[in-house]
């Protein structure tokens, strides 16, 4: 006997059945409306990109273990993008002289990481990303940072819900390769395990942390270890203190407290895996116990486009996954009510009304109304069921006597309450129609 195919989705990825695509729909508009309220334009570009684009500078973790990488039939290694950053660079590269700056992008489609599934975690999620190109100093962090905020208090969630973590990949660097001078694959080791201190044990991470530094480890975690920012920055060696790093990490806190954003942490283990990032790096962590993650994962790449030999440009943004955004709103009960359904079903009685319930519906859809027709010539008791059921708000009955009068009557399903309309000289009964079924 032949082999059924199952009717799961591929491992790690999700279909959107209709109440699905719903909520994701409103999840991309509150995005959409909240960046085009801030000035930021929609961009688009393809899932599939040239392998390299991701080995050039990027996080070696997601190139190594998690990109969906094939040989197509030209022989051409390709990607699926684990991430937008990359894209957003080519096509800023590629139009490096024309574009007009200081520009402001977003956009949202689904990326491909092979991971480890796990609630929070899927292999196939929709990102939306907000960059901000051409603005050199911490103003910019602070609109992108303002512009997230914005996003999570137009979906309804309180400020106590979330916390801006940041930290400074110029101090960090500092630390790594000046201060403790290791040598470049040693810093970078250090950098790795201090970016997963958290999901490892405190002994192992000390343990793992000596082995890769040696005797510097003392320093080091002193430094790590400091309890808030003004700490951390005492204990760097005097010339380290007046350094831009630092100046930035103050002025940015202050900036984002300009605009009422005071839920914010400077987390000196916060590194943020890509390669690319050249200054401030930031997450937003929702702070529920249901879900301790990463909502929003951003900060500033000044120096991306030069693995397009384009000249640099300063830049900054973030990106912010569905599937956290969509279990906090859970957990809040944030989620939409299941939208209601269309306007008005057209009950057909007999096949040769047909064609005059489809040119009533033409008219009716260039009202705006929304309309669907019965095609399947059952009773009408079974079509108005059926109406009923999908949440339709109006009926109407399409027989011989409407066609010959050209009079409709509309039935409001919530109450049972009738509208009688019929032609008038003027023709208007469409437009009078349609008004009705629109206010509901
Ligand atoms: P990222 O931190 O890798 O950053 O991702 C940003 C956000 O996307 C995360 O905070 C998380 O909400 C969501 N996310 C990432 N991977 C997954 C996954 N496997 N399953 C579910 N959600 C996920 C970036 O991608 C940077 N390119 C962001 C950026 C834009 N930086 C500057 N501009």
Known sequence: MEKKLGTAPYKGVRDFYPDDQAIQNYI???????AESFGYEEYGASILEPAELYEAKGNEEIVREQTYTFTDRGGRRVTLRPEFTPTFARLLS????????????????????????????????????ADLAGV??????????????AILKAFGLPESAYEVR?????????????????????????ARL????????????????????????????????????????????????????????????????????????????????FDYYTGMVFEIFDTSAENPRSLFGGGRYDELLSIFGAE???????????????????????????????????????????GYANDLAASLRSEGVRVAVDLSQRKIGDQLKYADKKGFLFTAVVGEEERESGRLSLKRLKDGREFAFSQTAGGEMVKEMAERLKNG
């Not at 991309?28 to 909240?34: G, H, I, L, Q």
């Not at 830049?315 to 939208?339: E, I």
């Open 28 to 34: 991309f508009r509150v995005c959409r409306e909240a």
């Open 312 to 354: 640099n440009l300063p830049a900054a943004g973030f990106g912010v996954g569905d599937v956290t955004l969509r279990d906090m709103l859970k957990t809040y009960n944030l989620l939409p009510p299941p939208a209601g359904g269309p306007d008005l079903y057209l009950a057909v009685a007999g096949e040769k009304n047909l």
């Open 94 to 129: 590629a139009r490096r002289k024309t574009l007009l700056l200081p520009l402001r992008w977003f956009t949202w489609g689904s990326l491909y990481r092979y991971e480890r599934t796990q609630r929070g975690r899927t292999r196939e999620h929709w990102q939306f990303n």
């Open 166 to 190: 940041l930290n400074s990949r110029e101090i960090m660097n500092y630390i790594l390769s000046d201060l403790l001078s290791l040598p470049p694959e040693t810093a970078i080791e250090a």
């Open 136 to 149: 050199p100093g911490t103003a910019a962090e602070a609109e992108i940072i303002f512009l997230a905020c």
């Open 194 to 273: 201090i970016d997963r201190r958290e999901k490892v044990p405190k002994a192992d991470f000390e343990k793992n942390l000596a082995a890769a530094v040696g005797e510097k480890n003392e320093s080091l975690l002193l430094l790590l270890y400091s309890k808030n920012f003004e700490e951390f920055a005492s204990r760097l060696p005097e010339r380290e203190k007046s350094t831009a790093g630092v100046a930035e990490v103050r002025e940015l806190i202050a900036r984002l407290e300009e605009v009422g954003i005071g839920n914010v942490r400077f987390d000196q283990t916060l590194m943020r895996g």
